[in-house]
């Protein structure tokens, strides 16, 4: 049993102490556990950045993540028939979106167009499995994506979990007009933020571009005024 994930990459000891967990991957994982893969029915025990079994206890200090993609148009798409589909996009998501827009057949996937995320703030642990450096897919290669789902499973709501979806403006911008136009193409199509969208991204034409390519729902993330709990 191999876990892996942001709870996996920040609570590793704890869960190499739980008897039915034989190895962790700490961070992205795409490379190492690849790599882990290959050479596990031979020699199990390869030293592989980023993977780490019972062995490792005790040495958290040098505990270390796996290497990061940084071409993240090289990173196939899910390979989503190995799932019911048909039950996966329906699924509420928690979102409320198919309550509140009334339509019951709505079909729903997410996507992520970014990794990393620059920011420091206090109370967040992303960076610890993406790193703070901002990698990008290509505009091509999110619409191909999109257009997938849609054409072979019924998408129509496209939910992006992006740690900072806005973090450049003039990489955005270019995104959200082809998702505006691929928009035309699909009936009822809504894009959504449950994730959350850090509020010193929105500039004008930002928020026009989210407009424009049908965004019915975002969770905006409100900083504190107090000094205290920002520093703190």
Not at 92 to 107: D, P
Not at 126 to 150: A, F
Request: glycine share 6%.
């Amino acid at each position: 049993v191999i876990v892996g994930g942001n709870h996996a990459t920040n609570a590793t000891e704890h869960l190499l102490e739980n008897p039915d967990v034989d190895f962790v991957a700490r961070g992205e994982a795409e490379i190492s556990f690849s790599e882990f893969v290959k050479n596990f029915s031979t020699t199990p025990h390869v030293p592989i950045q980023g993977i780490y079994s019972k062995e490792a206890l005790g040495n958290d200090s040098c505990m270390v993540v796996g290497e990061y993609v940084e071409d993240l148009d090289e990173v196939p798409f899910p390979d989503w028939d190995l799932i019911d589909m048909e039950v996966y996009t329906k699924t509420k998501w928690g979102r409320g979106s198919k309550n509140i827009y009334g339509h019951a057949e709505r079909r729903t996937a997410s996507i992520m167009t970014t990794r990393g995320c620059p920011f420091s703030c206090t109370f967040c642990a992303s960076h610890t499995t993406s790193g703070r450096k901002m990698r990008y897919r290509s505009v091509e290669n999110v619409i191909t994506e999109i257009d997938l789902l849609n054409k072979k499973f019924g998408v129509n709501i496209i939910s992006a979990e992006d740690d900072l979806f806005t973090a450049n403006r003039k990489k955005v911008i270019p995104l959200l007009k082809a998702i505006r136009d691929k928009k035309n193409e699909i009936e009822d199509f809504e894009f959504q933020f449950p994730n959350g969208l850090s509020v010193n991204t929105l500039f004008d034409d930002v928020m026009d571009g989210l407009i424009e390519c049908g965004t019915t729902y975002a969770n905006i993330a409100i900083e504190s005024g107090s000094e205290y709990v920002q520093r703190k």
